[in-house]
């Protein structure tokens, strides 16, 4: 798929940003483009039509832009849309349900066009990548054995949906620390990917107690967060993680680095 394949709604209230948001997506070349000013009328156009990316701004005169997202990722299908947010809000209590939720990225008013255009080509690489995976699945990663922890279902399904595009059929799940070292205990994995904020064991006792306790304390552990303050992450690096990526995640770099942590190591 090429850029100018792409159908992209975007959802703005304001006229003057949305020319400028489609503006930016013409002079990249993409064609195809429906734009809303809510987020009910782009909702009910999505049940005839399944856009590649969904493009929303935070506030919108019926919903946020964190609620129409939790309403895509309900349907089937609509799921697993690319979802950008383009907002200038920093506010905890509006962002975390959109990292939750599998965005794809988050861009600030006024965003860079050169960041938007990485951000476009990381979702043509999934789009690509989801529709070969049955019929073409990277053999790099077919045979791995993946842990995904995380008491967000929402966050484990839509690790799982980039997990399955690159080839990954291997998969298991754990809610929390504690259920992940229950797993670990009677299977062995080639990669854990957990997030850090859970309860009874959270991500970073999990990283100590598989370095210490368990039977495969070399196994790689990737740590997906929201996270922002920088102390929690440099005690991840104290006790051994592989690698730390913050949320929202970029689908190409994630699967840059899966190959770097498992693929080139192997080699």
Not at 96 to 119: H, N, S, V, Y
Request: net charge negative.
């Amino acid at each position: 798929m090429e850029l100018q394949e792409l159908l992209i709604l975007v959802i703005e209230p304001s006229r003057m940003q949305r020319n400028i948001i489609t503006g930016h997506l013409r002079s990249l070349g993409v064609q195809a483009i429906e734009e809303f000013s809510d987020a009910s009328e782009a909702l009910e156009r999505m049940q005839n039509i399944t856009p590649d990316i969904v493009m929303s701004a935070m506030h919108l005169p019926d919903m946020t832009g964190s609620e129409l997202v939790g309403e895509m990722r309900k349907v089937a299908g609509l799921d697993e849309v690319v979802f950008f947010l383009i907002s200038s809000e920093t506010l905890y209590r509006y962002l975390e349900p959109i990292r939750q939720a599998g965005a794809a990225t988050i861009l600030p008013k006024p965003f860079d066009p050169e960041e938007l255009r990485k951000a476009l080509l990381s979702a043509v690489e999934y789009v690509d990548d989801r529709q070969n995976a049955d019929d073409d699945p990277d053999a790099a990663f077919e045979d791995l054995w993946v842990l995904v922890v995380d008491d967000s279902k929402m966050s484990r399904r839509y690790l799982n949906r980039i997990l399955t595009s690159l080839g990954v059929t291997n998969l298991r799940e754990a809610k929390d620390g504690a259920e992940a070292l229950q797993i670990i205990k009677s299977q062995r994995f080639d990669l854990v990917i957990t997030d850090y904020n859970m309860p009874n064991i959270d991500g970073l006792e999990l990283v100590q107690h598989i370095r210490q306790y368990t039977d495969q304390p070399a196994v790689p552990v990737l740590v997906v967060t929201s996270e922002q303050d920088e102390e929690p992450l440099t005690s991840f690096k104290q006790v051994g993680v592989t690698a730390i990526c913050r949320k929202p995640l970029s689908y190409h770099s994630l699967k840059q680095l899966l190959k770097h942590l498992i693929v080139d190591q192997t080699l």
